[in-house]
């Protein structure tokens, strides 16, 4: 130890406090020491200056040894305590550490030797409390820190549930809002569409050539009009799980044949030719015909409105034991990888824009979507931008027989 050490030392008995300062001073220490014949002077003592080292009597006459012990680590001193005991004093040691103390000695054994031992082993644990005491310190502020992290994750997490619910309130709201306007209007829409197929009958001769252009593009629109509100209503129920499937057994070559005559007429107007493959033992499928067709002709119209040059093809296969695969294939504008995702979103397109080229809701895919798992099954693309894309949706060959 090379700097100075201030040392305290606390005894009624001048001769005792005198054989401590010899001992210190033959041994290797460099010290300072300021004396104290009570427990009143050593606390006035310590309250003013910061020690390196306390040997205190454990018997002085104005305090009790345990309280004097309490009271000095009241005071916050870090400084080590040795707690010097008197001839038959030894069995109080057990209660001098428990009370605070850094170690004891006989008074019967101070000499220099075993001082210089003492002080050097009541420094090294005293620091080391001191580091344990930092150590701990830092734990309770890195403690309390996670608390009130933990306090507020919890509270940024009780705010996203009450979001959530909210969001799911306001999605169910809109369903329903778009369930019910959809309904409603389909009746005065159906109207429109009655009469004005009524007047288009033929035999109404008195019609001039304008007046009959006008009532066909009313039809038209008409039933456009009507085709979106369809999809607003099958998109609301399909969201609220109440769509209901009417299965029935039909040939699949047939409905695929009957769908693709749809839009061949479409397929032509683009010059673009549309091939069938079915590879099938068994033609058989039990489902509802109407809503596979649904799903087959969106998907067509799809592939038909993308592509420019080249063609669409179907081919269906039995990709595993009564799993039956429909592909569409094109050889369309493709779609980027970043959009397969999200185009079977309702209201997603891969071109937002109000000057997009390609007229639709973007509710199509997210029907099909909807419609393919209602029908327990899944639906999947492939696609190269700008050399093409294939949808390829996945049935059970019979529908309500659970899969193994
Ligand atoms: P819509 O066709 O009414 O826009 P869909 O839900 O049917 O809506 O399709 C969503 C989007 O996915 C389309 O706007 C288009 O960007 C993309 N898409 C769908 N089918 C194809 C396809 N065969 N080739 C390229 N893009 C496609």
């Given at each position: 130890m090379d700097e100075t050490l201030n040392i305290l030392v606390v005894d009624d008995d001048d001769i005792d406090r005198m054989a401590v300062t010899r001992a210190l001073t033959k041994a290797q220490v460099t010290f300072r020491a300021i004396e104290a014949k009570t427990g009143e002077a050593a606390i006035a003592h310590l309250k003013q200056a910061q020690f390196d080292c306390i040997f205190l009597d454990y018997r002085l006459p104005d305090y009790e040894g345990l309280e004097l012990i309490r009271k000095i680590h009241a005071l916050k001193q870090h400084a080590p305590l040795v707690v010097l005991t008197g001839?038959?004093?030894?069995?109080?040691a057990v209660d001098v550490m428990k009370a605070g103390a850094t170690d004891y000695l006989s008074?019967?054994?101070?000499?220099s030797v075993t001082l210089e031992k003492v002080l050097q082993n009541a420094i090294r644990v005293s620091q080391a409390e001191v580091l344990v005491e930092m150590a701990n310190q830092k734990i309770r502020e890195s403690n309390e820190l996670l608390r009130k992290q933990n306090q507020e994750l919890e509270l940024q997490r009780q705010q996203i549930q009450l979001q959530n619910l909210k969001l799911i309130e306001a999605s169910q709201l809109k369903s329903q809002f778009l369930a019910t306007m959809s309904h409603e209007i389909r009746t005065p829409m159906n109207v429109i569409i009655g009469f004005s197929q009524l007047l288009l009958r033929?035999?109404?001769?008195?019609?001039?050539h304008y007046q009959r252009n006008m009532l066909e593009k009313i039809f038209s629109n008409g039933k456009h009009l009507l085709e979106l509100l369809n999809d607003v209503l099958d998109l609301s129920k399909l969201e609220a799980g109440r769509m209901e499937m009417k299965p029935d057994c039909f040939d699949v070559s047939q409905a695929i044949h009957a769908t693709v005559n749809e839009v061949r007429s479409l397929a032509a107007q683009k010059h673009l030719s549309i091939d069938v493959q079915v590879e099938l033992d068994n033609l058989e499928v039990l489902h509802d015909v109407h809503r596979f067709r649904q799903v087959l002709v969106n998907l067509l119209s799809n592939a038909v409105k993308f592509t420019d040059e080249g063609g669409v093809a179907i081919e269906v296969q039995?990709?595993?034991?009564d799993v039956i695969e429909i592909a569409v294939r094109d050889t369309g504008i493709g779609i980027a990888p970043e959009h397969t995702q999200r185009i079977?979103?309702?209201?997603?397109?891969?071109?937002?824009?109000?000057?997009?080229r390609y007229p639709g809701t973007g509710l199509g895919l997210a029907i099909i979507k909807a419609l393919v798992q209602a029908m327990q099954g899944e639906i999947v693309v492939e696609s190269v931008l700008g050399k093409g894309s294939v949808f390829r949706f996945r049935l059970p060959r019979r529908y309500g027989v659970v899969q193994s």
């Open positions: 001839q038959g004093d030894e069995q109080i008074k019967s054994r101070i000499s033929p035999g109404q001769e008195n019609l001039t039995e990709i595993a034991s079977f979103e309702a209201f997603r397109q891969v071109d937002q824009s109000t000057t997009r």
